[in-house]
């Protein structure tokens, strides 16, 4: 038996799959035309506040708005499941795409983000309060 649910959500015709696992962490799977397009999961980190993580589109798929819908849809996801603040460690060319997104610069966990610089990332903490 898988310890998970389906669930299917739609935005602008663009279908995402989302797998409710028992644990903290919650991945989403962007599927455009029956394809797995794009993937992104929703880390919860306290009672409201949750991270982005591994947000990817499938580089055949990037500028055709996947991007765009797969934020929307989990900034969506996050406040039904009374998500209050997002974060993300927004790799230094995605800021664009995270400000787009309503996130402004903030560090939310200094340790993780110094703990990601030691490891050679040039990331930048960002933050969106959704409630």
């Not at 299917?8 to 644990?23: M, S």
């Not at 990601?116 to 969106?128: D, E």
């Amino acid at each position: 038996m898988d310890n998970y649910r389906t669930e299917h959500l739609t935005w602008q015709g663009i279908v995402i799959e989302v797998r409710y696992y028992y644990d903290r962490m919650t991945p989403l799977l962007l599927s455009f035309n029956g394809d797995a397009i794009g993937t992104v999961a929703l880390d919860k980190l306290g009672d409201d506040t949750a991270a982005m993580r591994i947000v990817a589109v499938e580089k055949t798929h990037q500028g055709q708005s996947h991007g765009r819908a797969l934020g929307s849809l989990l900034i969506e996801f996050a406040k039904s499941h009374g998500i209050k603040k997002l974060c993300v460690n927004a790799d230094s060319e995605a800021v664009g795409y995270y400000g787009s997104l309503g996130f402004a610069p903030e560090t939310w966990s200094p340790d993780e983000s110094e703990a990601l610089r030691k490891n050679g990332a040039t990331s930048i903490q960002m933050v969106k309060n959704i409630s």
